[in-house]
């Protein structure tokens, strides 16, 4: 789908150290720059490219050769067709600095589009820090530079000469000289790579064919000196019988228009009946009882029973047309201590009450709430798209994702990315193999769709993305040098794919295919051969789109396609790729409005620039919007799709969720990239809402996890012991730290499900600190600890450590370490890493071993501060735990610890006065 242009360089690394500053040039960020182990600059990027940037001249994953002599690294760069040629030095000079010179020269014959990022200054150097500048013109300039965001590609300096921060450690001065102006932006907020983008220094230009350039920055770096500031603490671990409190089970997700809960409930047990209404429908009726009747199993492991034909039940499935519920797949339930009724008038509707009773479900009790529920969606299909995968693992993830996620959460439609199938009418397409997915595997998932009433819509790229047709038969590309679109003039093309689109209707029996059609223009020249350049390529994709959508109403079948290429700049935030906006309105014009047109478009706009659907709706083609995974994008697209036009020719139908997190849906997939499958739970939440809940207090990564049965901890309550941290007002208070809501004595004693009773003592404040180079813009100093020890004496199965970081950091970076040293003097060591054992504040998102635990309040700017509970398992639960050392890395950001909490069953406390504490 979305190809971003990533700056790609030689696989292994290559490293200079000198005088304590480091700098990697690599295959995922570029060059990065550190001093005394801290980042200073995470990323670098360069490219010259056509002006419409159709075609990439140079990038990084050309020819790039490096060296590295002393503290010089020489990289010699040749691009496409040696269409660029230049060189890259990067010094490490005395005192602290650093020189980054580039020089090249672009031979295409035309003008090109040359984009250079020197530098990426991680924020934490620059946010809310003073600055002085000056201009190429002489002018100078001074003030503080905003310490958060002010939009999503913000210029703060144009043609700067010199720029002198002063940081939180001392002066940061950047010196830039060259052939062309340089500019410094705030791409904090950026829609794209927000994780590399931070303050980027660099240029943006256009450069003349034969004309040779330099560009050079130059940046002296402050030194980093870490202090010393170790406590240790007195006996402070106590025990609860409850240290986790038991989740509420009075929820429904996706949240109901109306629902009004009732006290008591209505247990269940193998003599529970479950029986059917309806004047017809029987098979769908019966089909839908087991639904229900394995939901319940799975769920709670109580297996009701189905009554005879024409006799009611405990819970009874009712279908009438007559009843009372005008809204499509509008629905009611009603549940009483005794009795459950649940109706719709339409089977769409009674499927989506079977799912709500599904979320009322309570596994410890074996009961469902009692309540009335009165519910409909705000958009009528709600879709989620991912891909195949190879092997036993990838299809049964698939399985329990469509049974747990989409037919839990009121997805109604799974589309479904499936190139990489072993078609049985086209054996040469096998490459790659670790990819392919068998047919019987896909018929499992089939099978399982059926099963949770989820549609399925097949998508097979054509035109565009056809690099899974073209790894067999490159013969049938357009430019045999990438491999990316087909040559929509060869013939063969279009009986090879065909044959693909028939047995895809063949195995799916589908209402509708997908087509791809996504950025056909943006993999390099297009159209290369010159049999295409004949027709021209705005032709060709009026040509293709009409032929696939003919061919398969032809069979019964619609058509969906990607949108992106319809639209021109301004009509979609980000996603409008047609070369100009009289060929995306002759697009529109010409393109058969039997085509279903998806308008993705991954940026966090507000709803009202979200103006795709309104002009494809009114240009006669029905929509669904498509969203990633930014919260913002979720929520703020799903509003503009609640509140398009309705009285179009068109109608805007719902959204999809996408996922990009690679070809092959599988184990590595779904660890790796879990935040996109997590996505999820916010996205079914928002397509029933229409965009109405708030996703930065949506806890959707633990609705993910609970409802694929992943949650470390169960639903129930836990004893054990817990360590309340405090800071006392004689050492350096956590209220320094953004961290801490400036509410926090009215919170009570739990931050989420833990238990964290607040400080008896007034001038104290919950929580510590582990010191860092950085710290929030408020601290008047540095602030926190460089090692605490924390007596404990007591054992446990389970260990929580509550806490963040101190301010926002890049995943993987290593915060502080806890060693464990258990009464027999053996250690065991936890790295705590942001993105693994903890995370930002800002975070909503969770891992296996790690929930999100609100912390109830706001951050002084208005945001929900999220904590981060790390559960980890005890490798020798039946040895007492003498004390934990925590020690700071003292690196970009610090940690807030709230609370230790250790679980356990029974274990008998060893008494303090054993040990002493060294």
Request: glycine share 8%; with cysteine; net charge negative.
């Amino acid at each position: 789908m979305l190809m971003m242009l990533v700056c790609v360089l030689p696989v292994s690394a290559t490293t200079m150290t000198k005088d304590n500053i480091t700098v990697t040039l690599d295959a995922s960020q570029g060059i990065t720059i550190s001093v005394d182990g801290v980042q200073f600059s995470r990323h670098s990027e360069f490219y010259v490219m056509k002006s419409d940037w159709s075609r990439q001249y140079f990038g990084y994953g050309h020819q790039v050769s490096t060296t590295v002599s002393g503290g010089t690294m020489t990289s010699t760069l040749t691009g496409n067709n040696n269409e660029f040629s230049g060189t890259q030095k990067i010094e490490i000079l005395t005192n602290h600095k650093v020189r980054m010179t580039m020089t090249g020269t672009q031979t295409s014959g035309e003008d090109a589009a040359m984009q250079l990022i020197q530098l990426s200054i991680n924020p934490e150097w620059f946010a809310g820090r003073p600055y002085s500048v000056t201009f190429s013109n002489g002018s100078s300039d001074s003030g503080t530079i905003s310490a958060t965001p002010t939009g999503s590609n913000v210029v703060l300096f144009d043609k700067m000469q010199t720029l002198s921060v002063d940081s939180q450690i001392g002066n940061v001065n950047i010196a830039c000289s060259g052939t062309f102006p340089f500019r410094v932006l705030d791409y904090r907020q950026n829609t794209w790579n927000a994780e590399s983008m931070q303050f980027m220094v660099g240029n943006y230009v256009t450069l003349p064919s034969g004309t040779a350039f330099t560009s050079t920055v130059e940046i002296d770096l402050p030194t980093v000196t870490a202090p010393t500031n170790e406590k240790t603490l007195t006996s402070i671990t106590a025990e609860n019988s409850q240290v986790v409190k038991a989740r509420d089970s009075r929820r429904i997700v996706p949240t109901p228009k109306s629902v009004v809960w009732r006290d008591g409930s209505l247990l269940l047990s193998s003599s529970t009946s479950v029986g059917v209404t309806s004047q017809n429908e029987t098979a769908f009726m019966n089909a839908l009882r087991t639904n229900l009747l394995d939901r319940t199993e799975r769920k709670i492991g109580v297996r009701m029973s189905a009554t005879p034909p024409y006799t009611p039940g405990t819970i009874q499935l009712v279908l009438n047309p007559q009843l009372n519920y005008p809204r499509p797949e509008q629905y009611g339930v009603n549940i009483t201590n005794s009795s459950a009724v649940l109706e719709s008038a339409t089977t769409a509707g009674l499927v989506c009450a079977v799912q709500t009773f599904d979320q009322m479900l309570d596994a410890p009790t074996k009961s469902v709430a009692c309540a009335q529920v009165n519910d409909w969606p705000s958009m009528p299909l709600r879709a989620i798209q991912y891909f195949t995968g190879h092997g036993t693992y990838a299809r049964d993830i698939q399985v329990k994702m469509i049974r747990q996620i989409l037919g839990s959460l009121k997805v109604n439609t799974l589309l479904y990315e499936c190139e990489y199938l072993n078609w049985a009418s086209v054996p040469e397409l096998r490459s790659p193999s670790w990819w392919r997915m068998e047919l019987d595997d896909v018929k499992a998932v089939i099978a399982a769709a059926a099963e949770q009433f989820v549609e399925i819509v097949p998508l097979v790229n054509s035109f565009g993305h056809s690099e899974w047709l073209l790894r067999d038969r490159p013969d049938l590309a357009d430019n045999p040098n990438t491999l990316y679109t087909y040559d929509a003039t060869n013939p063969e093309v279009y009986t090879v794919v065909g044959k693909i689109y028939d047995e895809c209707i063949e195995l799916f029996h589908p209402q509708r295919i997908h087509i791809g059609h996504d950025e056909i223009s943006t993999g390099g020249e297009f159209p290369y051969k010159e049999s295409g350049k004949a027709i021209g390529g705005h032709e060709l994709v009026v040509r293709d789109t009409n032929y696939w959508v003919k061919y398969l109403r032809d069979r019964g079948v619609g058509t969906w396609a990607w949108a992106d290429m319809f639209l021109y700049r301004g009509e979609s935030p980000t996603a409008a790729n047609a070369e100009s906006q009289e060929m995306a309105a002759d697009y529109r014009s010409r393109i058969d409005k039997d085509l279903l047109m998806i308008n993705w478009d991954y940026s966090s706009a507000t709803p009202d620039k979200f103006l795709g659907l309104d002009i494809l709706t009114a240009s006669g083609f029905d929509t669904l919007s498509g969203t990633w995974d930014t919260p913002a994008n979720i929520r703020n697209f799903a509003q503009a799709t609640a509140n398009a036009s309705s009285t179009n020719l068109g109608k805007t139908l719902g959204m999809v969720q996408t996922t990009w997190a690679g070809f092959n849906f599988d184990q590595s997939s779904y660890v790796n990239c879990r935040h996109q499958y997590e996505c999820y739970a916010a996205a079914a939440e928002e397509m029933w809402t229409g965009g109405a809940t708030d996703l930065s207090t949506f806890d959707y990564s633990e609705i993910f996890a609970r409802q694929m049965g992943e949650n470390r901890l169960s639903d129930n309550s836990y004893g054990g012991f817990y360590c309340p941290l405090y800071t006392p007002s004689t050492d350096y208070l956590p209220s320094l730290v953004k961290v801490l809501p400036s509410n926090w004595k009215t919170l009570g004693d739990w931050v989420g499900r833990v238990y964290s009773p607040l400080p008896a003592d007034s001038g104290a404040e919950p929580g510590v600190v582990m010191s860092a180079v950085f710290h929030p813009e408020s601290a008047g100093g540095q602030v926190g600890y460089s090692k605490l020890t924390v007596p404990i004496g007591l054992t446990a199965d389970t260990v929580l450590f509550t806490g963040t970081t101190t301010i926002p950091a890049a995943d993987n970076l290593q915060i502080a370490t806890v060693t464990v040293q258990y009464v027999d003097k053996t250690t065991h060591q936890i790295p705590i890493r942001v993105g693994v054992e903890t995370a930002n504040y800002s975070c909503p998102t969770g891992t296996l071993d790690r929930q999100v635990s609100p912390s109830g309040g706001n951050d002084a700017d208005g945001n929900p501060i999220l904590y981060h509970s790390y559960i980890w398992t005890n490798p020798y639960p039946s040895k007492p735990i003498m004390k934990m050392e925590i020690t700071t890395s003292y690196t970009t950001s610090g940690w807030y610890l709230r609370d230790i909490t250790g679980l356990r069953a029974g274990a008998v406390p060893v008494g303090m006065t054993e040990w002493v504490l060294e």
